[in-house]
């Protein structure tokens, strides 16, 4: 069974205790109410906006790769 992470949002394998990528303490996380809940879905919210903001990002600078070596 797998988890997401309170704090970095990636899922995590159930049996770990703590977050193989953050080194949160999962289960300490998991036992709060849901004020620790609401904080993760808004990290979430801003994760996944961050994402979307990064991946124009990425198309812009591959855009500018390409005319860049268009006009070398
Ligand atoms: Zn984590």
Same mark, same amino acid.
């Given at each position: 069974? &797998? !988890?997401?992470? *309170?704090?970095?949002? #990636?899922? $995590? !394998?159930? =049996?770990?205790?703590?977050? *193989?990528?953050?080194?949160? &303490?999962?289960?300490?996380?998991? %036992? !709060?109410? @849901?004020?620790? /809940? +609401?904080?993760?879905?808004? /990290?979430? %919210? #801003?994760? @996944?906006? $961050?994402? %979307?903001? +990064?991946?124009? +990002?990425?198309? =812009?600078?591959?855009? +500018?790769?390409?005319? =860049?070596?268009?006009? /070398?």
């Amino acid at each position: 069974m &797998n !988890d997401i992470c *309170p704090w970095c949002g #990636r899922v $995590i !394998d159930g =049996e770990f205790i703590f977050c *193989p990528w953050c080194g949160a &303490n999962t289960r300490q996380a998991w %036992k !709060d109410d @849901s004020g620790e /809940r +609401l904080y993760r879905d808004e /990290r979430q %919210k #801003r994760l @996944s906006h $961050i994402e %979307k903001s +990064l991946d124009a +990002l990425d198309r =812009e600078l591959a855009v +500018l790769a390409l005319s =860049e070596a268009m006009h /070398r």
